[in-house]
């Protein structure tokens, strides 16, 4: 099986596949995803949060993560619905609360299509990884960076901690500077 565009081909579709729309609210929207193994399995766990506009410029306020759908993959079979609003852990969070706004500092001077193509290289730089990880190659250092240096670019610094608290080794692999 070509793993070669396994995370970018699930975020194409990933508002029609049934077991999203089924639980996910309208207003929610996928956040960047995490890798993790669990039960020697890779997962893929998506986030969903939602934004809302405000009218100003670099004003949209940016909610906290509220659900986790986790996939295994390749399958892509879900495995896990999570409702972060029930969890223990996530008691003091208020959902209903701004955790901060869209666009931050390190994505300002790209514009729509500018912040497009840098998503588009972080979900290729997931498939890059998940192939080395399905396969069970080494990935390509230069290319592990790349990414590396494009997710922290790209994910929103006021839901760190959420990523921190889904999965402390991906956090600490890819996201902590």
């Not at 396994?6 to 508002?15: N, P, Q, V």
Request: charged share 30%; hydrophobic share 40%; aromatic share 12%.
């Amino acid at each position: 099986m070509d793993y070669k565009s396994l995370i970018t081909e699930l975020y194409a579709g990933i508002k029609k596949r049934p077991e999203v729309k089924a639980v996910i609210p309208m207003g929610y929207v996928p956040g960047y995803p995490v890798l993790t193994i669990r039960n020697e399995q890779l997962i893929v766990a998506v986030p969903f949060l939602r934004y809302k506009q405000t009218g100003e410029i670099d004003r949209t306020i940016v909610f906290p993560i509220r659900y986790v759908m986790e996939f295994v993959v390749p399958e892509l079979t879900l495995v896990c619905f999570r409702d972060l609003s029930v969890e223990e852990a996530f008691a003091d969070t208020d959902f209903d609360k701004g955790t901060g706004f869209f666009r931050h500092d390190a994505v300002k001077d790209l514009d729509r299509n500018g912040y497009a193509a840098l998503r588009a290289r972080v979900l290729a730089g997931f498939d890059i990884i998940v192939k080395s990880l399905v396969e069970d190659t080494v990935c390509d250092a230069s290319k592990e960076n790349a990414f590396k240096n494009d997710l922290q670019r790209a994910v929103e610094p006021s839901l760190l901690g959420y990523y921190k608290a889904l999965d402390g080794d991906f956090y600490s692999k890819y996201l902590k500077k």
